[in-house]
Structures are given as structure tokens and as C-alpha cells.
């Protein structure tokens, strides 16, 4: 080949190959997403405020908080402090304008109203404080961002396929025991179960006949699983999404010698719950950590007090043992972000005794 023959055809070889060579070229030197990692030994003084004192999965939450707390060495307070159940909205918003009067750093709520809580929280952001909600959020212009154990859509699909695996494609009636009328997290989960059961067909012969309230308190949360049975003699299931309720109506159930014909699910604790899937009262059930939730709520409300994390949505960050996360957008609240956990776990005879033992 003679030499400008050669050139000619070497340089439509480059033009060819350049646009590719480009691509890869960019593509090679695209660097990853920046994951931010907590810096430890920083004074951050932080409160912990569960929905009220006294049950269970918040003090697992605050084990998981304590725990975080001693790996990042945070030379500054962790404190717990709840309302009691009796008087828990105006005790949660008592004690988030004493910490902001404090100067509290931050505070990690698991709300009792979507909306009440809005004053006091607001004013806390106002005063520089970290506000961060987990389990159960405010609005969003009241918090930096919702730390959300499960997606909430979920919930309500979990449920339903429970109820409809416990009663069978015939179907029945069965209702709802929330706890307290208030609670975002509660009416969000049992809005999305009303949806499931009324745009899918496969839910078709489930009835839910009544949603009552117990206020997460075990004796209220008993008498209205027996108001229900009464007031509903062809009930079949019982459907608490709380785990105080879902105790309190297994008992009643238990009590009443109706485990047979009353079955009860929803959501709740596996060392509270064991005995009532060997029963028969409760044949499935579902949950999260509460332990891992108190643990990433702590690091994110941590990363954020002290300004190594902005809240921005597409943040990513190291969490520890949790590993990496990334701020989105919350598709259940407009204008809110949150940080997704997960996932679900279902309980039933075949898992029950493995998750007591290995807690």
C-alpha cells in the first residue's frame, strides 16, 4: 500500500474509533458517588424520644441508639425521655421544647401526631437543633428528614397478603385494632391496606368490617379485641399493627378460648408473640429491628448534627454495621425525605423459634 493510501485509510480508522474509545475512556474515569463516613469523637448531645415509655420495641430502639452512640464515641449525652402513654402528644411536645431550651443538639422522635408535634419542632429547627423523626413522622417542614423502617406501601400489602393467607381465598370479616387515631405511621399503613384490598381482585373476599383504636395500651387494646368479637360474631381475624395491640388481642382471644375461630396477625415481636403462634391464636405475623432502626436513626441524626451530612436527597453515607444508604424522596409524603431500613420479616411456626433463640 503506498504511504497516502496508508495515512488515509489509518485516519478513517481513528475517526471510527474515537467516539468509542471516548465513551469507554469516560465511562472508566466516571468516579463513583461520594459515601460519607461519620467522623467519631464529636460532642454531639442527643435525645431519643419514643412515641411513650414502657413497651418493648422502643427500648430495643434505644439499645440500638446506645450502641451506635458507644462506636462513634460521642462525647456528648444521649438521652431517653418519653411521655407516658396517657399523656403522650403533649408529653412529646413538652420535652422537645425543654431540650431546645437546653440546647439540645439533636432529637430522634418517633412522633404521636403528624401534625400537633409541628410547633414545637419547628421552633427546635428554628434554634438550631437536628430534628430527625423515625418510626413514625411528622410533616415534613417539621423534621430534616424521616428515618422509615419499612416503606409504608409495604405495610399495607404485608398485611393483606397475611389476612388473605390466614383466611383463605373464601375470605371473611376482619378488622383493624390500630393504636391511636393520631399516629402517622398507623393510618398511613392501614390506608395502604384499604387500597390493596379494594384495587386487587385477589383481595376481593376479604371484608374488613371495623377499624377501633387501643391507644397502644394493653388494657384498652383487650377490651376492644372483645368489643369486636361481640359486636361482630362472624368475625375471623383480628389485624393489629401494633405490637401491644396484637399481644392484648391474642391474650383476649386466648382467654375467651377463640383461638380456633378468631385468629389474630399483624405486627409484632417474636419473644412476645411465641407462644401465640404455638397456640394457633396467631399463625403469622411481621416486623422489623427495632434494635437496627434505633441504631441508623442515631448515625443519621449523628452525620447530620454535625454537618458532615446535609439532608440533601442522593446523599450517600456509611452507617456502620448497617452499611450504605441514600437519602431519597419520601413517595409517601410530598416534599419529605426519608432514609429507607427494611426489610419485613414474617413470623410463623416454621421461623418463630429460630428468631426467639437468636435473640
Same mark, same amino acid.
Given at each position: 500500500?503506498?504511504?497516502?493510501?496508508?495515512?488515509?485509510?489509518?485516519?478513517?480508522?481513528?475517526?471510527?474509533?474515537?467516539?468509542?474509545?471516548?465513551?469507554?475512556?469516560?465511562?472508566?474515569?466516571?468516579?463513583?458517588?461520594?459515601?460519607?463516613?461519620?467522623?467519631?469523637?464529636?460532642?454531639?448531645?442527643?435525645?431519643?424520644?419514643?412515641?411513650f415509655?414502657?413497651?418493648?420495641?422502643?427500648?430495643?430502639?434505644?439499645?440500638?441508639?446506645?450502641?451506635?452512640?458507644?462506636?462513634?464515641?460521642?462525647?456528648?449525652?444521649?438521652?431517653?425521655?418519653?411521655?407516658p402513654?396517657?399523656?403522650?402528644?403533649?408529653?412529646?411536645i413538652?420535652?422537645?421544647?425543654?431540650?431546645?431550651?437546653?440546647?439540645?443538639?439533636?432529637?430522634?422522635i418517633?412522633a404521636?401526631?403528624?401534625?400537633?408535634?409541628?410547633?414545637?419542632?419547628?421552633?427546635?429547627?428554628?434554634a438550631?437543633?437536628?430534628?430527625?423523626?423515625?418510626?413514625?413522622?411528622?410533616?415534613?417542614?417539621?423534621?430534616?428528614?424521616?428515618?422509615?423502617?419499612?416503606?409504608?406501601?409495604?405495610?399495607?400489602?404485608?398485611?393483606?397478603?397475611?389476612?388473605?393467607?390466614?383466611?383463605?381465598?373464601?375470605?371473611?370479616?376482619?378488622?383493624?385494632?390500630?393504636?391511636?387515631?393520631?399516629?402517622?405511621?398507623?393510618?398511613?399503613?392501614?390506608?395502604?391496606?384499604?387500597?390493596?384490598?379494594?384495587?386487587?381482585?385477589?383481595?376481593?373476599?376479604?371484608?374488613?368490617?371495623?377499624?377501633?383504636?387501643?391507644?397502644?395500651?394493653?388494657?384498652?387494646?383487650?377490651?376492644?379485641?372483645?368489643?369486636?368479637?361481640?359486636?361482630?360474631?362472624?368475625?375471623?381475624?383480628?389485624?393489629?399493627?401494633?405490637?401491644v395491640?396484637?399481644?392484648?388481642?391474642?391474650q383476649?382471644?386466648?382467654?375467651?378460648?377463640r383461638?380456633?375461630?378468631?385468629?389474630?396477625?399483624?405486627?409484632?415481636?417474636?419473644?412476645?408473640?411465641?407462644?401465640?403462634?404455638?397456640?394457633?391464636?396467631?399463625?403469622?405475623?411481621?416486623?422489623?429491628?427495632?434494635?437496627?432502626?434505633?441504631?441508623?436513626?442515631?448515625?443519621?441524626?449523628y452525620?447530620?448534627?454535625?454537618? !458532615?451530612?446535609?439532608? /440533601?436527597? #442522593?446523599?450517600?453515607?456509611?452507617? =456502620?454495621?448497617?452499611? %450504605? &444508604?441514600?437519602? $431519597?424522596? !419520601?413517595?409517601?409524603? /410530598?416534599? #419529605?425525605?426519608r432514609?429507607?431500613? =427494611?426489610?419485613?420479616? %414474617? &413470623?410463623?411456626? $416454621?421461623?418463630?423459634?429460630?428468631?426467639?433463640?437468636g435473640?
Open positions: 500500500m503506498k504511504p497516502r493510501k496508508f495515512f488515509i485509510v489509518f485516519m478513517l480508522a481513528a475517526l471510527l474509533v474515537t467516539p468509542f474509545a471516548l465513551i469507554h475512556a469516560q465511562e472508566a474515569t466516571e468516579e463513583p458517588a461520594e459515601v460519607i463516613v461519620a467522623r467519631p469523637r464529636q460532642r454531639v448531645d442527643m435525645v431519643l424520644l419514643p412515641k415509655l414502657g413497651i418493648a420495641p422502643f427500648e430495643q430502639a434505644y439499645e440500638g441508639a446506645q450502641e451506635a452512640h458507644l462506636e462513634l464515641l460521642n462525647r456528648g449525652e444521649l438521652s431517653f425521655l418519653g411521655p402513654p396517657d399523656n403522650s402528644i403533649p408529653g412529646q413538652e420535652i422537645i421544647e425543654q431540650s431546645t431550651e437546653q440546647g439540645i443538639d439533636a432529637i430522634m418517633s404521636n401526631s403528624l401534625t400537633e408535634l409541628l410547633p414545637a419542632t419547628q421552633a427546635a429547627i428554628d438550631g437543633m437536628t430534628v430527625v423523626t423515625w418510626d413514625s413522622p411528622v410533616a415534613p417542614e417539621g423534621e430534616a428528614l424521616f428515618v422509615a423502617q419499612v416503606d409504608f406501601d409495604e405495610t399495607g400489602k404485608v398485611m393483606a397478603d397475611m389476612a388473605l393467607s390466614i383466611l383463605g381465598e373464601d375470605g371473611g370479616q376482619f378488622a383493624i385494632l390500630s393504636a391511636s387515631r393520631a399516629a402517622s405511621n398507623q393510618n398511613a399503613w392501614i390506608a395502604a391496606m384499604e387500597e390493596v384490598l379494594e384495587t386487587d381482585d385477589a383481595y376481593a373476599n376479604l371484608e374488613l368490617v371495623a377499624t377501633v383504636y387501643g391507644d397502644d395500651n394493653f388494657e384498652d387494646s383487650y377490651l376492644q379485641a372483645l368489643l369486636l368479637i361481640e359486636d361482630y360474631p362472624d368475625l375471623e381475624l383480628i389485624m393489629a399493627p401494633t405490637t395491640g396484637i399481644v392484648a388481642a391474642a383476649a382471644m386466648e382467654d375467651e378460648e383461638c380456633d375461630t378468631v385468629k389474630v396477625s399483624g405486627l409484632g415481636l417474636p419473644d412476645e408473640m411465641v407462644g401465640y403462634v404455638e397456640n394457633g391464636c396467631a399463625p403469622e405475623f411481621a416486623l422489623w429491628s427495632f434494635t437496627d432502626l434505633g441504631y441508623l436513626t442515631y448515625y443519621i441524626t452525620l447530620l448534627a454535625t454537618g !458532615d451530612l446535609e439532608g /440533601e436527597v #442522593g446523599e450517600t453515607f456509611e452507617a =456502620g454495621r448497617m452499611g %450504605v &444508604y441514600t437519602i $431519597e424522596e !419520601d413517595p409517601t409524603r /410530598e416534599g #419529605g425525605k432514609v429507607l431500613m =427494611g426489610p419485613f420479616t %414474617v &413470623y410463623n411456626a $416454621e421461623n418463630i423459634e429460630d428468631a426467639v433463640g435473640e
